[in-house]
Nanobody, 124 residues
Framework: VQLQASGGGLVQAGGSLRLSCSAS????????VGWFRQAPGKGHEFVAA???????YYTDSVKGRFTTSRDNAKKSVYLQMNSLKPEDTAVYYC???????????????????WGQGTLVTVSS
């Protein structure tokens, strides 16, 4: 599976962005897709994940502000980000795995495939 993330950009605090993760190859509908972000000087931080049954998981800091969804027909997963804060500034990555247990959803090493990342900058 090849992944490509897009949709990043510069937005003011309180604004919104929608990230997309497009996949090619593989039976995409069977994959768990995770979103991670990496701020300057920091490691990968789990943001959200969506299963093939569309169950979703979020890190506490984005609950109520971010929503992930998927369109299997388009082989795409989305991350709608509302009420953005300066601390959301990071490079956002999508990642996918077909065989990952729930307890590993928040662990970057649980994912086999990664997109190239898209930069989100939130100004104060």
């Amino acid at each position: 599976v090849q992944l490509q993330a897009s949709g990043g950009g510069l937005v003011q605090a309180g604004g919104s962005l929608r990230l997309s993760c497009s996949a090619s190859g593989g039976t995409f509908s069977n994959y768990v897709v995770g979103w991670f972000r990496q701020a300057p000087g920091k490691g990968h931080e789990f943001v959200a994940a969506i299963r093939s049954d569309r169950n979703t998981y979020y890190t506490d800091s984005v609950k109520g502000r971010f929503t992930t969804s998927r369109d299997n027909a388009k082989k795409s997963v989305y991350l709608q980000m509302n009420s953005l804060k300066p601390e959301d500034t990071a490079v956002y990555y999508c990642a996918a795995s077909r065989n990952i247990i729930v307890s590993s959803y928040r662990n970057e090493y649980g994912y086999n495939y990664w997109g190239q990342g898209t930069l989100v900058t939130v100004s104060s």
